[in-house]
């Protein structure tokens, strides 16, 4: 839109072929986008087979999402291509989105950094040698595209924004002080790093405590670029740019969360969340119970306050149940097939 160039790379994970990839969602250019989050492998030829929890005994065979040769590793592979796209389109305006695979099972880091990291003593890791590596080769990649943006004499004109869509894997890092893991509605799956660089806008090394979601991304991007808002689009998300200006806060008291399911990561419930200020309530859909937390004097959420703060509970519980009415959000239903354990 607006004469940009667009481009996904990496991990899509939003629908198969024919109507759901990159390319039938907007983006001019996708490169590695497919069905699956994980890929088969992060060495060439980048294949491998995955049991497929639902249905045990079966496995699925995941084909290579992109090109290579012998000893290419994925991450750098997809990186080749944004540093590629950057240099192709420095004389045009354009948008690349890099969501890498990486860092994702399966847990494969390159030998020489994997090496460093096992050469911590084990008291003093923060998790698997392997995932830390990984990390380190994905930090590598970002020094790298920034690098191009500069080479092409354009880093004073391109706005970028990094972050993560999740928490650290439980078998794999600690996020504390947070409590749990990606796959959980605690703070060690919810919390994530976001790093806003806008020249001639954002003041370098400044910090902001406003609360931001990733759909806040969108309408930002639109706002930042000259674009018309899509308000059909980004039903959730709000415009960032004043906060970016440093002109004032944003105007939103509260986000949420709906996570109508379950999944097999460790303390993790099908749950509705509000984060208000200080307090977090998380409502747990098959339970019924309620925990409220106040993550300034307990980022760690170890005490439930839900039944000392009854006025607050419900406060936050009775906006939380009127904003799954206003956005439509599908109930999590019984499944008529359970037969228990």
Do not use: C
């Not at 012998?70 to 045009?92: H, K, P, Q, S, V």
């Amino acid at each position: 839109e607006g004469d940009y160039r667009t481009a996904f790379m990496g991990k899509w994970h939003l629908g198969p072929l024919p109507y759901y990839y990159p390319e039938h969602q907007g983006f001019d250019i996708n490169v590695a986008g497919r069905d699956y989050g994980a890929p088969g492998s992060y060495w060439y030829p980048f294949e491998g087979s995955w049991r497929i929890p639902t249905t045990p005994g079966l496995k699925v065979f995941k084909e290579s999402p992109i090109s290579g040769k012998e000893g290419d590793y994925l991450t750098d592979r997809i990186m080749d291509e944004g540093d590629r796209f950057i240099r192709e389109n420095a004389e045009e305006p354009f948008f690349l989105m890099m969501s890498l695979y990486a860092v994702h099972s399966p847990l494969q880091g390159k030998p020489e950094k994997v090496a460093e990291y096992e050469n911590i003593p084990a008291d003093q890791r923060q998790g698997d040698p392997r995932y830390a590596a990984m990390v380190e080769t994905v930090d590598d990649g970002v020094g790298r595209l920034m690098h191009a943006l500069k080479e092409e004499g354009i880093e004073e004109n391109t706005l970028v924004i990094f972050t993560s869509d999740n928490g650290g894997f439980a078998k794999a890092t600690d996020n504390s002080p947070l409590r749990a893991n990606k796959g959980s509605n605690y703070e060690g799956g919810l919390r994530v790093p976001v790093i806003i660089k806008w020249p001639g806008v954002t003041k370098p090394g400044s910090v902001s405590h406003e609360l931001v979601t990733s759909s806040d991304y969108y309408p930002t991007i639109l706002a930042a670029t000259n674009q018309p808002k899509r308000p059909q689009q980004h039903l959730d998300g709000v415009d960032l740019t004043p906060v970016l200006r440093g002109q004032g806060t944003l105007d939103r008291e509260s986000i949420f969360w709906h996570y109508p399911h379950y999944n097999q990561h460790p303390e993790n419930f099908p749950a509705g969340v509000i984060r208000k200020g200080d307090w977090k309530l998380i409502e747990k859909y098959d339970t019924g119970e309620l925990e409220l937390y106040n993550l300034k004097v307990d980022i760690g959420e170890t005490t439930n306050l839900a039944n000392k703060e009854k006025r607050k509970t419900r406060e936050l519980l009775t906006e939380l149940s009127a904003w799954r009415t206003k956005v439509g959000a599908d109930p999590m239903r019984p499944n008529p097939l359970y037969e228990g354990n």
